[in-house]
Structure formats: C-alpha cells, structure tokens
C-alpha cells in the first residue's frame, strides 16, 4: 500500500541546521516532495526529486533520497524563524495521478 | 508568477446545504485535483481531472460530490447535502504533468466549515 510516514514535531534553534526525515512504503515512487505549510496559508511545493536521483541541492534546502531503505530527508542550512511552518513530505508513483502526503512535521524555531 | 486561486477563503454552511468551492488554475496547465485536509490530519486525495473527466477520484469523494470545468478557466467542485465531517481546508492544485516534472501547485485552500 502507499503510505508516508514522519516525525510530528522538530524543535531546533535559529542558526543550526534542521533535518526532516521521511519514509515512504511503495517502492513505485516517481517524484518525491517537500511541501511548507505557513500557519493558515495553504501549501507551497519547496523542492521535489525524481526517484533515480541522490540527491538535490537548492540554496539552503538539500534533500537526500535513500531508494533502498525508502527514507527521505529535507536538510535546511542556517534555519531562520521564516522557516517555522509544518513540513508535508509526500510522493506520487507511476501508477496514477494522485500525490501521498505524510502528516507533516511542525517546525519550531528556538530563538 | 503563475498562480492558483481559490474563492472563497472561507465558507460557513449549515449542514444539508450545497457548496460550491472555485478554483481558477494555472493557465496552461491540463491536470487538476482537489484535496483537503481535516484539521491536525493528513492532506487527502479526493478527485483528479482531466480532458474534462474525472481520472481518478478516492473513496471520500461519494455522490456527494461532484466537479466540472464549467467553463476554460473555473474548476469546481461541489458538495450537495454537506455533513458536519465534510469541515475542512479544500485545496484545488493544477500540474502541467509533462513527460520530465510532475509538479502540482496548491492554492491557498478554501476553509469550509459546517455548522
């Protein structure tokens, strides 16, 4: 079945780097994503990667994929108070259309 | 830059009553779904179009519901006798889906609560 599954909550302090883990059950995955969800605005993709890729780097967002053990991570450098929001990891496969969301993981920002 | 909009942000409906909730996508973009999310829950699947018919659609989205593209711009999607469990943020999301990027862009959701 097609499931994602991360950590609820991330507590880190303003200046260090978060890292925010995810793993996924269907090994048809296509395209993997990180989505932001600001306190009542709705969701903004922030980067995505393909499945037959390692790797990806956007500025201060460094997203890893693990294909083997189905594990993804969403690395921000430098975190800022700008970055608290919950964090959606999700997925879609070769199969249909539709994009899998994981809970998401509540950022919070310590000052 | 391109965006999605929905309207309204928020609706309050009593229970039994029919709602429309608009989405006006990308421009150029083919595919078009509707999600939502239940307050503290996971982002949900309900309906995928396409070519003007529904794709894919997940066991939520019963008779109840219903979309169209009434016209070359609007997307739709419309709930006939709301229930208390319908309350929820419904998010309208347009994707280009070419051959190299699968990229669906989200509106900013529309908060529908039933009273």
Known sequence: GEDVEQSLFLSVREGDSSVINCTYTDSSSTYLYWYKQEPGAGLQLLTYIFSNMDMKQDQRLTVLLNKK????????????????????????????????????????ILP | EPEVTQTPSHQVTQMGQEVILRCVPISNHLYFYWYRQILGQKVEFLVSFYNNEISEKSEIFDD????????????????????????????????????????????????????
Do not use: W
């Open chain 1, 69 to 108: 053990d189905k594990h993804l991570s969403l690395r921000i450098a430098d975190t800022q108070t700008g970055d608290s929001a919950i964090y959606f990891c999700a997925e879609t496969t070769d199969r249909d259309d539709k994009i899998i969301f994981g809970k998401g993981t509540r950022l919070h």
């Open chain 2, 64 to 115: 109840q519901f219903s979309v169209e593209r009434p016209d070359g711009s609007n997307f739709t999607l419309k709930i006939r006798s709301t229930k208390l469990e319908d309350s929820a943020m419904y998010f309208c999301a347009s994707s280009a889906r070419t051959r190299a990027k699968n990229e669906a862009f989200f509106g900013q959701g529309t908060r529908l609560t039933v009273v």
